[in-house]
């Protein structure tokens, strides 16, 4: 069971260039998410997907578009790199909480994007 | 969304307890309080998840007073290892909400 899977893992880019990070998870849940953490802060959410077809921003969205390709799938796209976005990127899903579940969120293990 | 209020960071010794607080004034009546830990170069993963009064796992207990205004992480006897950054989150685990991570808290554990 894979859970969540990112790639790529590394990346660096110039500046102004594009690229797409890909998620998937393979445990049928619901909602995902992508977030950014710089180094020696906390997570800020990017977007959102509460479910396939719907995505929504969180707190950091400028600078970035997503896409829910089907209820695996959710990419974030960079059109056009800055220095700012040099940062680890996470993408988690969850599924709804209920009798046997918390709702917790599983995370993938990064993605580490370098701007120059 | 309600927001939680942890300390930046905190020390400890191995084979002590250590006791994290978060504070949420404006937690919703149903909302859940969970709390996450992260390792260095890792996602966070879930640690504990609570409502009310005492909740135990076989890492941590979660302690949550009758107003709900407050919650505590317990870590019995930390070891080396349990140095992560420790997260609170308050809201409805129902599923495709706006799920807002703060700042954390820094746990280093000393020999």
């Known amino acids: 069971n894979a859970g969540v899977t990112q790639t790529p893992k590394f990346q660096v880019l110039k500046t102004g260039q594009s690229m797409t990070l890909q998620c998937a998870q393979d445990m049928n849940h619901n909602s995902m998410y992508w977030y950014r953490q710089d180094p020696g802060m906390g997570l800020r959410l990017i977007y959102y997907s509460a479910s396939e077809g719907t995505t929504d921003k969180g707190e950091v969205p400028n600078g970035y578009n997503v896409s829910r390709l089907n209820k695996r799938e959710f990419s974030l796209r960079l059109e056009s790199a800055a220095p700012s976005q040099t940062s680890v990127y996470f993408c988690?899903?969850?599924?709804?909480?209920?009798?046997?579940?918390?709702?917790?969120?599983?995370f993938g293990e990064g993605s580490r994007l370098t701007v120059l | 969304l309600a927001k939680t209020t942890q300390p930046i960071s905190m020390d400890s010794y191995e084979g002590q307890e250590v006791n994290i607080t978060c504070s949420h004034n404006n937690i919703a009546t149903n909302d859940y309080i969970t709390w996450y830990q992260q390792f260095p170069s890792q996602g966070p993963r879930f640690i504990i998840q609570?409502?009310?009064t005492k909740v135990t796992n076989e890492v941590a207990s979660l302690f949550i007073p009758a107003d709900r205004k407050s919650s505590t992480l317990s870590l019995p006897r930390v070891s080396l290892s349990d140095t992560a950054v420790y997260y609170c989150?308050?809201?409805?685990?129902?599923?495709?909400?706006?799920?807002?991570f703060g700042a954390g808290t820094r746990l280093f554990v000393k020999a």
């Open positions: 989150l308050v809201g409805a685990e129902t599923g495709g909400f706006k799920t807002i």
């Open positions: 988690a899903s969850r599924s709804l909480a209920g009798a046997s579940n918390t709702g917790e969120l599983f």
């Open positions: 609570g409502y009310k």
